[in-house]
Structure formats: structure tokens, C-alpha cells
């Protein structure tokens, strides 16, 4: 089996975990790992007060002060330049405070309704 392929489950319970909430600044794959987290996961969408309007799976209402305390990095700046990089690179789209991953199904496949697991 090749190790590169396929993907490894992270229970959300280690996001609530001492190693976790350990007082750092993120790394910027510790920064995608949380983006991947805090996506809404769901097939329905879901009201999101703070952008009165609806997230949709795959999505994050994250305005850029919120990640830089999140990832307790120095300077919107830095986070803003992790974005751009992200979105050049295709892993996310950006519309104001929206942030949608781009082949969330990838890294967060849906269960099937069929499978025992």
C-alpha cells in the first residue's frame, strides 16, 4: 500500500486536547489543520449570524483578526499572506470573511449512509 495515498482520521477531541491548546503560534500546516476543523461539515447549510448569511460545507466564517488570534501570529499581515499563498495555490476561495476549502470531500469525505463503520 503506498503511504502517500488515502487520508488518516483526526478525532475532534484532540482539537480539545492539552497538546493542542498548548500555548504556540501555530505552524502554517498547524494553521490549514485548524481551517480543516473549523469548516462547517455538514450537507445543510447553516445560518451564521455574524455573516447573515448561510455557510455551506466546506466553508468558514473566519475574518482575518479572528485567525491571527486563533493562530496566535504577530500580525494580519502574515495571515493575510498565508491566504493569498493558499488561494494561488487553489486550496481555498476567499469571499470577504468566507473562507471555502477548496476538495473538502477530500479531506473530510462523506460517510456513506450504507457503510457499518
Known sequence: MNKKQ???LLF????????????????KAEAWIDL?????????????????GFLRRGDIYAPVRSLKKWWRWKSTSKVQRYLNRLEYDR??????SVIHLMNYNKYNPKKEKNNEN
Open 12 to 27: 475532534r477531541s484532540l482539537f480539545g486536547n492539552k497538546i493542542w491548546k498548548e500555548d504556540r503560534t501555530f505552524s
Open 91 to 96: 486550496m481555498i476561495k476567499r469571499k470577504g
Open 6 to 8: 488515502g487520508y488518516i
Open 36 to 52: 480543516m476543523r473549523r469548516a462547517h461539515y455538514s450537507e445543510q447549510p447553516e445560518w451564521n449570524n455574524y455573516l447573515n
